[in-house]
């Protein structure tokens, strides 16, 4: 097939290219210029006023396949990150079983096959069923086809088996992706630690919870050599420490998810007795949306500033969406007693762009790289840029359209968003897989 995207307006991080130049696209290649003319296309796109930006990548999605289906699959996870811009996904291993052996990483690679054409490249587990205490095979996890090693969920709390861990994946030459949490310090925390937690009776969790395992992270890795990257950062000290960490050439990169840098604890909807809203489905024991609870919680005005800061001077590397669906049910119940987690990956680019671009934080260059390039690197795929000869994985981009986000229109299972009703900048309207259109109505 050929395709020709005319009038866009090309960013390329890999080469700091942005200019207005047409994009030829042949038997999912991308080609010199002028590879055939437009009467030749197959498919003829007008991107004028947009974007043509390499395929958007997440180091951090939740698909639930295996064994939890009833809220995502990967066939309805990948059709939410096409629609998102997304042509590359990293899912994370807390599923049911754990990817924590070859046979899983095979099941959900088999599946991935048989979705909507978007790359999805597993990430498989630390420890045996995510129970902290048997150290997986890397090397033959390595084989099966995984990109990183994760303990998403929870931090593998015995240091010295993380260590090991780290020690297989710096002689393998892959990534630990680590979520940092003190699990000792959360002690049955659901949101921050402040003033809201208090009026709602509810436990808080602080920012030490996770600043405490970032810095031994850091130090882990520093004594391994192993390449360190750091989820959804969401505290001040956590910028600091990965700015430090840096400076004394530490391998680490770090992660900052669009609602840790765009809400905070302020955000959070309170939810009355006398409350018209949804009156009908909200649950009795209901307390405040739980479509505010994540983990990390949404934090202060001061830690989403340095988070800002933190991506604004390069500091912090990537922004990814830790998509995490889950159903109505599961939500509709206590702050206390519903599960962590939203979903990301079809508002992530135009929060982004709102908050970050329009907000004059980053340029539409620094965008391009922390959700395609930086990620590409981080976990050394040939992607994240639109050079001659490579596979074409391509987004364009309304820059222009306002709109409001609509829960209801999501590709994905999940519909636990707070982002419902907010008024947006910035639309994906074309996502290109291999040379493949996969979501788009040019």
């Not at 959900?108 to 978007?118: P, R």
């Not at 020690?167 to 949490?181: P, R, S, Y």
């Not at 049955?188 to 970032?214: F, W």
């Not at 159903?327 to 962590?340: E, I």
Request: contains cysteine; glycine residues 8%; charged residues 25%.
């Amino acid at each position: 097939m050929r395709i020709l995207v005319e009038n866009g307006r090309l960013l390329d991080p890999s080469r700091e290219l942005d200019v207005q130049e047409s994009l030829w696209i042949e038997d999912g290649i991308i080609c010199e210029k002028q590879a055939f003319s437009a009467n030749q296309a197959d498919r003829l796109i007008d991107a004028a006023g947009g974007w043509v930006v390499p395929g958007l990548i997440d180091l951090h999605v939740h698909f639930r396949d295996p064994g939890l289906e009833y809220k995502e699959t990967i066939e309805t996870g990948c059709l939410a990150a096409a629609h998102g811009g997304y042509t590359t996904v990293c899912p994370m291993p807390n599923t049911k079983p754990s990817t924590d052996c070859p046979e899983v990483v095979k099941e959900v690679l088999d599946k991935a096959s048989a979705a909507c054409g978007v790359h999805v490249l597993p990430v498989g587990a630390v420890t045996v069923g995510q129970k902290g205490e048997q150290p997986t095979d890397v090397a033959a996890l390595k084989a099966a086809g995984i990109v990183a090693i994760s303990e998403d969920g929870k931090s593998v709390m015995n240091a010295q088996l993380y260590r090991e861990a780290m020690e297989k994946a710096a002689k393998l030459g892959i990534v630990v992706l680590a979520h940092c949490e003190d699990k000792n310090l959360v002690n049955g925390g659901v949101m921050n630690e402040d003033e809201h937690a208090r009026e709602l009776g509810l436990k808080g969790i602080t920012n030490s919870v996770e600043d405490i395992i970032v810095a031994r992270d850091i130090m882990l890795s520093h004594d391994t050599g192993a390449k360190l990257h750091l989820c959804h950062c969401s505290t001040e000290d956590s910028v600091m420490m990965v700015e430090l960490a840096k400076q004394k050439h530490v391998k680490v990169t770090a992660e900052v998810c669009p609602h840790h840098f765009t809400l905070t604890s302020d955000d959070i909807r309170k939810i009355a007795p006398e409350m018209d809203v949804e009156k009908n489905v909200i649950a009795a024991d209901a307390d405040a949306d739980t479509n505010f609870k994540m983990n990390p919680p949404l934090r202060t005005k001061k830690d989403v500033e340095a988070l800002r800061t933190g991506l604004r001077d390069n500091i912090m590397d990537v922004i990814s969406t830790d998509h995490a669906p889950h159903t109505f049910a599961d939500k509709n119940t206590s702050m206390k007693n519903a599960p962590f987690g939203i979903v990301g990956l079809e508002t992530a680019a135009c929060l982004t762009y709102t908050e970050l671009v329009l907000g004059g934080y980053l340029t539409p260059m620094q965008m391009a790289e922390k959700m395609s390039y930086n990620p590409a690197k981080i976990i050394g795929i040939d992607k994240g840029d639109i050079q001659k000869g490579k596979k074409a994985d391509v987004v364009i981009f309304d820059p222009k359209e306002t709109y409001k986000i609509d829960k209801n229109t999501f590709a994905s299972k999940g519909r636990n968003t707070p982002f419902d009703g907010r008024e947006v900048t910035g639309r994906v309207k074309v996502t290109i897989c291999d040379g493949n259109i996969v979501y788009g109505e040019n």
